[in-house]
């Protein structure tokens, strides 16, 4: 859904402050979310040319991803969960940096599983469209509540 006033993205990530890279939710659907991002919003990140490293573009999916599944949760009116990012597959980078300034568009699309471990595919572009900037599936784990995650570890499994 596209033309939809969405929450702040701070209420949709669990970065806050600096690490909170996004700028605001474009696009959102049952299977996809788009947002915006300004690498220059990345400070903390940037060389001292002021652009980002395109490996953050990582980061800047995966908070995409937790932007995805905190809107799917609050449309069922529960509490996002949490989720980690594990790894990656067959990411491409076409660029090496990302110059401050320049608005992209990053893209997370649902691939598989819905607790537990999770893919997306995800891409990143420039906001007024072109060649794919980076790309590649990200997996996460998906579970109830944080206290979930600490059982796991409690029992050495």
Known sequence: M???EFPEIATLVPQTGPMCLLDRVLEHGPEYTV???DPG???LLAGPDGNVAAWVGLEYMAQC??????????ELGQAPKPG???GSRRVRFGVGC??????LRVSARHHHGERGLVAFDCEIQEAMGGASLVS??????????WGELG???ADGN
């Open 98 to 103: 990302f110059e401050s300034g320049r608005e």
């Open 41 to 43: 919003r990345s400070r």
């Open 151 to 153: 059982a796991i570890g």
């Open 65 to 74: 991803i937790a932007a995805h599944g905190g809107l799917l949760a609050r």
């Open 35 to 37: 947002c915006a991002v």
């Open 2 to 4: 596209s033309g939809v």
């Open 136 to 145: 590649g599936r990200l997996n996460v784990y998906i579970v109830e509540s």
């Open 84 to 86: 980690l990012f594990l």
